[in-house]
């Protein structure tokens, strides 16, 4: 069975600087795609970045960037320039291609960007 | 934009009642789904539908049953509410299982069973 880690429960960074939020996966798959997703406070829970595991290149989406490294099953999460709006819960997760879009979650990282 | 509803945003309970959580999708979504988050626990999946009238188990299952008449509707039913279920529970709706569709999600409903 496919499960997912983060290790980090709480983080916080300052206005403006760059933070990396970790996550692990384990799997015997080889075809998989990896997700993060942001849960603002009281808000609904929105997709930041999609990872295809037979891509090679790293995910960007404006600000968020991931570290994709598939030999060691991890993929982070980098924002840039941390802006007050990005404070939420964030969850990492996985997908087995050929489970039916089933997406399996980690436990979440709690973000507070602070001014 | 793909809008997700869900009935109630929160709702109290007793225990032994039957509770009916509904959701609604407006984009002609084949997948819906249902979570229920808990702290420290992050989303885990109740059951799923990839079809009218198909539903799969998915985690945790157990003490939950799940009804879709309708494509755009998937019910979640607690038969005999209990206080363990107490939780914020997730509908989510994806276009296709055939790739890695991007999940939808509604606002959650908070339920508290006393």
């Known amino acids: 069975a496919q499960t997912v880690t983060q290790s980090q429960p709480e983080m916080s960074v300052q206005e403006a600087e760059t933070v990396t939020l970790s996550c692990t996966y384990d799997?015997?798959?080889?075809?998989?795609?990896l997700f993060w997703y942001k849960q603002p406070p009281s808000r609904q829970m929105i997709l930041v970045i999609r990872?295809?595991?037979?891509?090679?290149q790293n995910a960007t989406e404006n600000r968020f960037s991931v570290n994709f490294q598939k030999a060691a099953k991890s993929f982070s999460l980098k924002i840039s320039d941390s802006q007050l709006g990005d404070t939420a819960m964030y969850f990492c997760?996985?997908?087995?291609?050929?489970?039916?879009?089933?997406?399996?979650f980690g436990q979440g990282t709690e973000l507070s960007v602070k001014p | 934009d793909v809008k997700v509803t869900q009935s109630s945003r929160y709702l109290v309970k007793r225990t032994g009642e039957k509770v009916f959580l509904e959701c609604v999708q407006d984009?002609?979504?084949?997948?819906m789904f249902w979570y229920r988050q808990d702290p420290g626990l992050g989303l885990r999946l109740i059951y799923f539908?990839?079809?009218?009238?198909?539903?799969e188990k998915g985690d945790i299952p157990e003490g939950y049953s799940v009804s879709r008449e309708k494509k755009e509707r998937f019910s979640l039913i607690l038969e005999s509410a209990s206080t363990n279920q107490t939780s914020m529970y997730l509908c989510?709706?994806?276009?296709?299982?055939?790739?890695?569709?991007?999940?939808?999600f509604g606002p959650g409903t908070r339920l508290t069973v006393l």
């Open positions: 989510a709706s994806s276009l296709s299982s055939g790739r890695a569709s991007e999940q939808f």
């Open positions: 799997t015997s798959e080889n075809n998989y795609y």
């Open positions: 990872q295809e595991a037979y891509k090679q």
């Open positions: 997760a996985f997908m087995n291609q050929n489970q039916g879009g089933k997406l399996i």
């Open positions: 984009m002609d979504h084949e997948n």
């Open positions: 539908s990839y079809d009218v009238k198909m539903k």
